[in-house]
């Protein structure tokens, strides 16, 4: 009941901020740019002009599943400093303006505070991603060739535990600091961390979450789901259930005022 | 339709979701009574510089309260 009101207050909170009009398009834009500038760089290049006459270009071509991990590869830049952008006052703005105060007086616990603002994020996100990424399908489909559905469907899954795992990193540092700023720095430097961690260590860490979309390019190219896709998605379920649990206790730990 | 080549029909919705990114901002832009800098400013960045303006607007330009 409790967590029904925060969650639809969250939502009606970001209809008013245009975020349910912004964030799915700018995610249209993310996935599609990509394919799209790739299906015409030959074109742009004639268009702009500047090359000796004569210039060959060898432009390989692009093999569908290519096309739409350019989608992936953009995602995992734009797309997650969009998601930590819209994520990163979700708690800590609350708490310096005083409004998480108003609402943790009442009986509302800790729980129903973090879990319903958390959920709403990812309802906007996981939604925002799937639009995103069905505009990449049509366009890959269109251009470079077919990608069946379900392949379509497996990817839009695997890939938004990885962007949940975003979110959910980013509410926990909500509940470590106060300021969004804040937030948003230690969030993108933590993701950084991971993804080198991740390029040093592959070889040890098969199922390390930033593994994540190398094992979808491998599941599109093979056509099958490996094991250690799903054990990549294991582990990221599991962060995502510590990091809640873990910013459940460092936001018991806080007072609320300054 | 082609411009320099480039089959408009394929392109036309990118360039629908660019104006109304822009719509967007600029009603969102005329509801805000105060902005991170001046607010003047702001109009001519999502106007001129396409999806990035409205973009930055969205996150760091309204001041929230």
């Known amino acids: 009941m409790q967590w029904k009101t925060i969650f639809v207050k969250e939502m009606l909170e970001d209809w008013r901020n245009f975020k349910w009009i912004w964030v799915p398009l700018v995610f249209i834009l993310i996935a599609i740019m990509d394919p799209l500038t790739t299906y015409y760089m030959p074109k742009i290049l004639d268009a702009v002009g500047g090359l000796p006459d004569g210039t060959v270009f060898e432009i390989p071509d692009v093999s569908p599943v290519a096309a739409m991990m350019m989608s992936l590869s953009e995602m995992s830049m734009f797309g997650v400093v969009v998601i930590v952008a819209i994520t990163m006052g979700v708690i800590a703005g609350e708490r310096r303006s005083g409004v998480a105060e108003l609402v943790l007086v009442k009986p509302v616990s800790y729980l129903t505070y973090i879990t319903s603002k958390w959920a709403e994020k990812l309802v906007l996100v996981w939604i925002s991603f799937i639009i995103g990424m069905f505009a990449s399908w049509y366009y890959v489909n269109l251009l470079f060739g077919e990608i069946s559905f379900s392949a379509f469907l497996q990817v839009l899954f695997f890939y938004g535990l990885w962007l949940s795992l975003v979110v959910t990193i980013t509410i926990f540092f909500n509940t470590l600091f106060k300021v969004p700023g804040l937030v948003l720095f230690v969030t993108i430097a933590t993701i950084i961390m991971m993804s080198i961690i991740n390029q040093v260590f592959s070889h040890v860490l098969i199922w390390f979450p930033n593994n994540m979309s190398s094992h979808i390019g491998g599941m599109l190219d093979g056509n099958h789901v490996s094991g250690d896709l799903w054990g990549t998605a294991f582990v990221t379920i599991e962060v995502i259930i510590l990091l809640i649990i873990a910013s459940l206790f460092s936001f018991r730990g806080k007072e609320m005022a300054n | 339709m082609e411009l320099l080549g480039i089959d408009l029909a394929i392109i036309a919705p990118l360039l629908i979701i ?27 960045l999502i106007i001129f510089i396409s999806i990035i303006g409205p973009i930055l607007f969205f996150i760091i330009g309204r001041r929230q309260n």
């Open chain 2, 18 to 44: 660019e104006a109304i990114l822009a719509i967007v901002a600029i009603i969102a832009w005329f509801k805000t009574d105060e902005t991170n800098g001046p607010k003047w400013l702001w109009l001519l």
